[in-house]
């Protein structure tokens, strides 16, 4: 009974209900919710959507460059030949490169790891796209390698992984400061931001 | 009387998971209720006060208010930190080992401080000594103790009379060791020597500053390590999914001390 989303539903709308339902964050009820959206919805507009779905589906690949969704390969990023070629900047997720992006302080090339290493969720080294930078450390001459995971316990694991991996330690190494958020407070700052927030203070 | 809507607990931070647009699922062990899964509201916002309160292995005094389904923490105060620990890969596997054994083994709503103490003394033990294999093997014989499920080391399981020294056997689903002349069918047995059987005993009686002197050779410690990593995951019921990172790590270790 509990996987039939709604018995008396026509079988196409028990359908929608059921697909929708598969979303992370969607229940049954918000699935119903949004079926009978859709249903309101003007024709062309609910056809933009499923074409959306579709077109999503056939285009988007992984660049054999920076592993990011693209679709194309190499992609726009990488095909630009503005963008400066010694300098890469590792990242874990592709939202990651648009917050980057959008700061429009680096203009080198970028990896896209699709995760962090989590050894408690069973995401391991050959899960995430490592043994696509190594590779490319390998072949090409990059001056400097931005390590940008995010500053948790398990993307600092990933930076350490990757910096104790490196094929060749010609390479100079980075990554992105820690210290306090703007708009943050001292007085609610956790000890390790603090100390090195402490440890990185820069001269006014 | 009504429970109160409020209330403080001291934990360690085991997991956290993504809930909603800026709220986290945050999975911790307290002394005083056990094992409790809670939301932190806004804290995957950079300004949110409980930013980096909340990472795994963070030892803390959490002010709490209760929820419908799931409580929700308000404040947290750090008691530890463990920042050695997280600025050490060899550290950060180990101290994920050992808290996805604590998510495991601990109970909701069900106090076990001694775990709690266990897991926070293991915690430091790593901390002191990120390259000892010691703070394991202690972990995982005390977890079966403090669980009630410690194996037997003294007598065999099978016909009760004390183990002579001699080449024993071992068998987790039978709880324990079995004399050299006991053989019963249709169970796992594995054999355990007799410097593995001192070994256990030793680690079971003794706090862990006395073990970690102790040097014994690669064979003997990797009797242990499969030893006691076999028993574990026999009562976990499954495979400890941070094991196989940490035997890479292991590997790649030894490869250096011994190159």
């Given amino acids: 009974m509990t996987n039939d989303p709604l018995p008396s539903a ?66 726009s990023i990488c095909a630009d030949p503005r963008r400066n070629q010694d300098s890469l900047c590792v990242v874990e997720d592709p939202l990651d490169v648009l917050a980057l992006e959008r700061t429009r302080c680096f203009r080198g090339l970028y990896h896209v790891l699709h995760g962090a290493i989590s050894p408690i969720n069973g995401i391991g080294p050959d899960q995430l796209k490592l043994k696509e930078l190594f590779a490319r450390l390998s072949e090409n001459d990059f001056s400097e390698m931005v390590i940008a995971t995010n500053p948790t316990l398990e993307g600092e694991a ?24 703007v708009g943050g407070s001292l007085e609610y700052t956790d000890d390790m931001t603090l100390s090195r927030a402490f440890q990185g203070r820069q001269e006014l | 009387m009504p429970a109160p809507r409020t209330y403080r607990c001291e934990g360690l931070t085991l997991r956290k998971s993504t809930l909603g647009e800026a709220d986290l699922l945050i999975t911790f ?151 050299s002349n006991c053989l019963p069918e249709n169970t796992y047995i594995r054999p355990l020597s007799l410097p593995a059987l001192k070994v256990l005993r030793l680690i079971h009686r003794g706090p862990i500053a006395e073990l970690m002197p102790l040097n014994v050779d690669d064979h003997l410690a990797e009797e242990l390590k499969s030893l006691t990593g076999g028993i574990v995951s026999y009562w976990l019921e499954r495979e400890i999914r941070s094991k196989s990172f940490l035997d890479q790590m292991q590997r790649e270790t030894r490869g250096q001390v011994y190159t």
């Fill in chain 2, 29 to 179: 062990f307290t002394k005083e209720q056990g094992k409790v899964r809670a939301v932190a509201k806004g804290a995957r916002r950079s300004t949110s006060k409980l930013v980096g309160h909340l990472e795994p292995l963070t030892q803390g005094r959490f002010s709490m208010s209760t929820g419908k389904s799931l409580d929700y923490i308000n404040q947290v105060q750090i008691i530890n930190s463990f920042s050695e620990i997280k600025s050490d890969l060899a550290g950060v596997t180990k101290g994920l080992y050992v808290a996805e054994l604590v998510d495991g083994f601990g109970a909701e709503a069900n106090a076990n401080p001694a775990l709690f103490n266990l897991a926070v003394d293991t915690l430091q033990a790593i901390q002191n000594s990120p390259e000892s294999e010691w703070p394991l093997r202690f972990f995982e014989i005390h977890l079966l103790a403090v669980s009630g499920l410690m194996p037997e080391l003294y007598q065999c399981v099978e016909c009760n009379q004390d183990l002579s020294p001699g080449e024993h056997r071992f068998s987790p689903s039978l709880g324990g060791t079995l004399c």
């Fill in chain 1, 158 to 181: 990933t930076a350490m992984y990757i910096r104790r991996h490196l094929p060749n330690n010609t390479i100079k190494v980075t990554h992105l400061a820690r210290g306090l958020p």
């Fill in chain 1, 10 to 75: 026509a079988p196409s709308l028990a359908r929608l209900i059921q697909e929708l339902n598969k979303l992370p964050g969607i229940g049954p009820k918000s699935a119903q919710r949004l079926a009978y959206y859709i249903i309101r919805l003007p024709k062309e507009e609910a056809f933009a959507l499923a074409d959306a779905v579709n077109a999503v589906k056939h285009n988007i690949i992984f660049c054999n460059g920076c592993q990011n969704l693209s679709d194309a390969t190499p992609c």
